[in-house]
């Protein structure tokens, strides 16, 4: 077999050497991220000029400009208002939520392990879509959610079009959508933890809230800590959901990072705002995910070394 | 946990129906809608009792919608069309792409070698609106504005990092003796790759494909930035149709359906790998 495989084989035109080898491989996968880290690299040059696309005759460097208007302009601080508290009450919410749906489901049986796939749904629909989904059923006049809160004595209760519950309504959404994916890695981590301290504090009749508290919850915090990032990472530059849903509206109630930065370039075309906006937002992302990437690359070491 | 009241049995059975009904309830509720018409959308009190059509669907599919201003065309199965080829035109490049760079990255330790597959992760997690602006404009001047290859290109912001770094722990998985006892059997480099490595990792590699064709799928800033109407996958062109069709509500429900049925369809057969794909390899499921 080997020798007619050596045989059929023409003798080679070209050889790679061995040192070469893993270069040619990686190259392609490269040459089309670099393609990619061209237009970063615009961006900051953008954020530092003056950039109109309707005056596109007074386009000069002002440097630091863009960013020292930030300081007195209201409209920023909203946005980073806006933004970071959306990212913090998803997160924590689903967090929650997450752990406690996990917990639920941490024994394997049937049924518990069908709830689960079926939990994982929301994750796989376009968050965009799933957005609409929640805008029908919040719409006013035939919205079954509108209803139901009617029922409670909410009536006219305008879910994403007043000011008031926008932030609310789409939080709402985020935790529909994002919440599975909290669960889900939050209940591989459960079923991985080793079973001895389990048994050992059973033997010894050691209370429940201590066994959560003192085994479960420490064990549990690298995986705990890598949906935490990985959420946050997310959410921080959530786009999808706000823009499908308000549009970043009523008024500027949800103009998070990315809205504001879509809106600014498209419909203001001022584009050094909204470049220095998105440099901004990717500084934050960028610590964070450095933070996160350690954490990570732990949670995969040990997950490679068990397999 | 095997000593369990009946009250606190009773109360986890309560707490999980009411997460269960949470994050079923939506879909089964646009789910029926898409079979109603307007009329029974519109009753109060809702109800679920009413005589299904199929006519949303049929507006759909012919791409005739009948207003009380008379026709209009939608292109909503032209959008169904877009999401297809953009997902598996993207997927197929990042696979070509991304197996042997995956492969290099699990074997060879070479010099750069983890700073690059870093940049490539770091890709994951960068605001998309910043490349996607100033690529407006080089789109532009190449000439690459609206089109499927510009699409296709972006898309791999989404599917290459993912395909990297699963298949990477895939590759890693398998034995580096099994190879060296073939290559030292004579054969050259490629044959080893294409007979045993690839074979071996086969099931992580498909996996891996499933989840970037969802994640692709779902996309839908990238096109909403560079692509026009008739490029534009269901993401983007559904939110249109919201504007266009203005108050066919089960038109709406009904092409929200036939867009999120194929990922979820996939979801369910590859559900075994979504835990190691959604956190990048870190946690198996």
Redesign the interface.
């Known amino acids: 077999m ?1 020798s007619t ?2 045989l059929r ?1 023409p003798a ?1 035109g070209f050889r ?1 050497s061995r ?1 070469m ?3 040619v ?2 190259l ?3 040459l ?2 670099i ?2 880290l ?3 690299f ?2 900051v040059i ?1 954020s530092f000029q003056r950039y109109r696309l309707s005056q596109p005759w007074s386009r000069q460097f002002n440097w630091g400009e863009n960013y020292l208007n930030f300081f007195t302009d209201p409209a920023f601080w909203n946005t980073l208002k806006v933004s970071l508290l959306y990212a913090g009450i998803t997160v924590t919410l689903e967090l929650l939520l997450g752990l ?2 996990a917990l ?4 394997r049986s049937t049924i518990n392990n069908f ?1 689960s ?14 957005a ?6 919040t ?1 006013p ?2 919205g ?1 959610l509108s ?1 139901l809160a009617s029922l409670i004595g909410l009536h006219d209760f305008r879910w994403a079009s007043s000011p008031d519950t926008a932030l609310l309504t789409v939080v709402l959404v985020d935790i ?1 959508v994002y ?3 909290i669960m ?2 939050l209940l ?2 459960l079923r ?1 933890l080793p079973t001895q301290p389990f048994e050992a504090a ?1 033997l010894d009749g050691v209370p429940r809230s201590f066994v959560f508290f003192r085994i479960t919850l420490p064990m549990l915090t690298p ?1 705990i800590l ?1 949906a935490t990032l ?1 959420r946050l ?1 997310d959410s921080i ?1 959530q ?2 959901i706000i ?2 849903m308000t549009q970043g509206g009523p008024g500027n109630t949800l103009t998070v ?2 809205v504001e ?2 809106l600014n ?1 498209f419909q203001s075309t001022n ?1 050094g705002r ?2 220095a906006l ?2 901004i ?2 500084a934050i ?2 610590t ?2 450095n933070v ?2 350690k954490n ?1 690359l732990r ?2 070491e040990r ?2 070394g ?2 | 946990m095997e000593t369990m009241s009946p009250l606190e049995r009773v109360l986890r059975g309560l707490a999980l129906t009411l997460v269960v009904v949470f994050f079923m309830f939506p879909i089964f509720w646009i789910f029926l809608m898409s079979f109603q018409t307007n009329e029974t959308i519109l009753a109060i009190p809702p109800s679920i009792v009413f005589s299904p059509t199929l006519s949303n669907y049929a507006a759909l599919i012919t791409g005739k919608l009948q207003t009380a201003a008379g026709t209009l065309d939608i292109a909503f199965m032209r959008n169904l069309g877009n999401s297809i080829f953009l997902s598996v035109a993207s997927v197929a490049v990042a696979l070509v792409l991304g197996v042997p760079a995956a492969y290099a990255f699990a074997r060879h330790k070479f010099k750069g070698s983890e700073d690059i597959a870093f940049t490539l992760l770091s890709f994951r997690f960068a605001p998309p609106l910043l490349v996607l602006l100033p690529l407006t404009q080089y789109f532009q001047w190449l000439g690459l504005s609206n089109t499927y290859f510009g699409l296709i290109w972006v898309y791999q912001l989404i599917c290459l990092p993912l395909i990297l770094w699963i298949v990477r722990g895939y590759f890693e998985d398998i034995s580096a003796d099994v190879e060296y006892a073939y290559r030292i059997a004579g054969h050259s480099w490629f044959a080893t790759f294409r007979k045993i490595a690839l074979p071996l990792a086969g099931p992580g590699i498909a996996a891996a494909g499933l989840l970037a064709f969802i994640f692709a799928w779902n996309n839908f800033v990238f096109a909403l930035v560079l692509a026009s109407a008739d490029k534009q996958p269901v993401t983007v062109g559904a939110l249109a149709f919201v504007t266009s069709s203005g108050i066919q509500y089960g038109q709406i429900a009904a092409a929200i359906v036939l867009s999120v049925t194929p990922t979820l369809a996939l979801a369910l057969y590859a559900q075994r790998y979504l835990v190691e794909g959604l956190s990048l390899g870190a946690v198996k499921g």
Do not use: H
């Open positions: 080997a495989e050596t084989r080679s790679i040192k080898l893993p270069y491989l990686s392609p996968a490269l089309v991220c393609g990619i061209i237009p970063f615009t961006a953008y406690g749906i639920l489901l941490q024994r709830i796939i079926m939990l994982l749904l929301p994750l796989m629909i376009a968050p965009a879509l799933a609409l989904m929640w805008k029908l059923m719409n006049s035939f079954i209803y529909w919440t599975p994916f889900i890695l591989a981590g991985s059973a995986y890598t990985f990472l530059q786009f999808d823009y499908a990072f990315q930065a879509y370039f584009v909204s470049a998105l440099i937002l990717w992302t960028y964070l995910s996160f990437i990570w949670l995969r997950a490679r068990e397999a």
